[in-house]
C-alpha cells in the first residue's frame, strides 16, 4: 500500500503540512468512534486494545492514557501518523466535544500530539480539576 501512487503523494504532503486538524478516538461512550465502530479491528482486537491498556486513539494510532503508543501491537496496522510523525507538524488543532473524550484527549496531551484545543467548556473544566473518570 506504501508504495501505491495516490498514497505516495498524500504522504508528500503529510510531510509539507504546516497545521493538523484532528479529533481523538474513545473507546467508550455512548458513540464510539469511527475506528472502532466502522469494522476495521478483527474480532479479537477489542481485547488486545483493552490488555493494553488503550483508552483512545488519534489518526488510528491507540493510545494509553500515559501516552504511550509504540508497544501497542496494533499500531502496527496503523496508516495514521504517530504522535512523534505529527510532532514534526507546527500546529496540531484537537478538536474535543463530550466527556467521553476526557481519557483520550489526556493521553493526546500526554504523547505531544496537541499544540491547541478546542474543547467544550464541561469537559475543559474537568479536564483543568484532574477528573480520572470520563
Given amino acids: 500500500m506504501w508504495r501505491e501512487h495516490s498514497v505516495r503523494r498524500v504522504l508528500a504532503v503529510q510531510r509539507r503540512t504546516d497545521i493538523a486538524l484532528f479529533g481523538v478516538g474513545a473507546v467508550g461512550g455512548?458513540?464510539?468512534?469511527?475506528?472502532?465502530?466502522?469494522?476495521?479491528?478483527?474480532?479479537?482486537?477489542?481485547?488486545?486494545?483493552?490488555?493494553?491498556?488503550?483508552?483512545?486513539?488519534?489518526?488510528?494510532?491507540?493510545?494509553?492514557?500515559d501516552g504511550?503508543?509504540?508497544?501497542?501491537?496494533?499500531?502496527?496496522?496503523?496508516?495514521g501518523p504517530t504522535p512523534q510523525e505529527l510532532a514534526r507538524v507546527p500546529r496540531r488543532l484537537c478538536?474535543?466535544?463530550?466527556?467521553?473524550k476526557l481519557r483520550p484527549l489526556r493521553a493526546a496531551l500526554?504523547?505531544?500530539a496537541?499544540?491547541?484545543?478546542?474543547?467544550?467548556?464541561?469537559?475543559?473544566r474537568r479536564l483543568m480539576a484532574g477528573s480520572h473518570d470520563g
Avoid at 465502530?37 to 492514557?65: C, I, M, Q
Avoid at 478538536?95 to 467521553?100: I, L, N, R, S
Avoid at 496537541?114 to 475543559?124: H, K, N, Q, S, Y
Wanted: a negative charge; proline letters at 3%; glycine letters at 8%.
Fill in 114 to 124: 496537541v499544540t491547541d484545543l478546542v474543547i467544550d467548556e464541561r469537559t475543559a
Fill in 110 to 112: 500526554r504523547a505531544g
Fill in 95 to 100: 478538536v474535543v466535544a463530550g466527556e467521553a
Fill in 68 to 79: 504511550s503508543y509504540r508497544d501497542i501491537a496494533i499500531n502496527q496496522r496503523a496508516t
Fill in 30 to 65: 455512548q458513540v464510539p468512534s469511527h475506528v472502532y465502530s466502522a469494522g476495521y479491528l478483527d474480532r479479537e482486537d477489542p481485547r488486545a486494545l483493552r490488555a493494553a491498556g488503550v483508552v483512545g486513539d488519534v489518526y488510528t494510532v491507540f493510545l494509553r492514557e
